[in-house]
């Protein structure tokens, strides 16, 4: 089972440059998961018009033990999508295999 999450940017400088979960955002998700018997896996967001790949803000940034799924968006049309792990100590981001499951 997977359920989406929208946050809002808390991010408090150019927007458009940045993206930070909004604190409240991310603990009401962590309840609601535990309250389901779930539990948070992994985190998106997207580059809109940009390749895909894992920036060292997002590296800087990251939590390492979430997966972090990075879409490419381009001219608001999705086209793949690459998921990324930060090792503890935020210096280097190994890709993961990305799969879905058939339906």
Not at 53 to 68: R, T, V
Request: charged share 20%; net charge negative; hydrophobic share 35%.
């Amino acid at each position: 089972m997977s359920i989406v999450v929208p946050s809002r940017n808390a991010y408090q400088g150019d927007q458009s440059e940045r993206f930070l979960i909004n604190p409240q955002d991310q603990l009401a998700a962590e309840r609601g998961a535990r309250g389901e018997s779930l539990a948070v896996l992994r985190c998106f967001h997207s580059h809109p018009d940009h390749g895909l790949y894992f920036s060292e803000i997002d590296l800087k940034n990251s939590w390492p033990w979430y997966s972090n799924i990075v879409p490419s968006i381009q001219q608001g049309q999705f086209q793949a999508a690459g998921a990324f792990r930060a090792n503890d100590a935020q210096t280097l981001a190994t890709r993961e295999e990305l799969t879905h499951p058939k339906e």
